[in-house]
Nanobody, 122 residues
Framework: QVQLVESGGGLVQAGGSLRLSCVASETIFSGNTMGWYRQAPGKQRDVVATIASGGSTNYADSVKGRFTISRDNARNTVYLQMNSLKPEDTAVYYC????????????????WGQGTQVTVSS
């Protein structure tokens, strides 16, 4: 079954940390760049970070130096370590396979998992 399952979100105070996990089916994960995306209420879904199958990474400017993306290819899992969280990081976080198109990291698949809610209180 082709699927994405995100977990690890929660409520945290500003300055705190969370670690998100995403388990993907082999079809989605194997050999693909994986990305974390987030969608805040009333806003579009934007890329947060991506990691290629070989480990090279990219980050949105808003999270550079605070978030770290990693992957475990043996477990088909991608992680997002989030430190120094800010209220503006509040969003539902999703993962998906990603492709670089023109100048943006776009999701390769049109379907998404359920996401995981991250809420940062001030």
């Amino acid at each position: 079954q082709v699927q994405l399952v995100e977990s690890g979100g929660g409520l945290v105070q500003a300055g705190g940390s969370l670690r998100l996990s995403c388990v993907a089916s082999e079809t989605i994960f194997s050999g693909n760049t994986m990305g974390w995306y987030r969608q805040a209420p009333g806003k579009q879904r934007d890329v947060v970070a991506t990691i290629a199958s070989g480990g090279s990474t990219n980050y949105a400017d808003s999270v550079k130096g605070r978030f770290t993306i990693s992957r475990d290819n043996a477990r088909n899992t991608v992680y997002l370590q989030m430190n120094s969280l800010k209220p503006e990081d509040t969003a539902v976080y999703y993962c998906n396979a990603a492709a670089f198109v023109i100048s943006s990291w776009l999701p390769r698949r049109g379907s998404w998992g359920q996401g995981t809610q991250v809420t940062v209180s001030s």
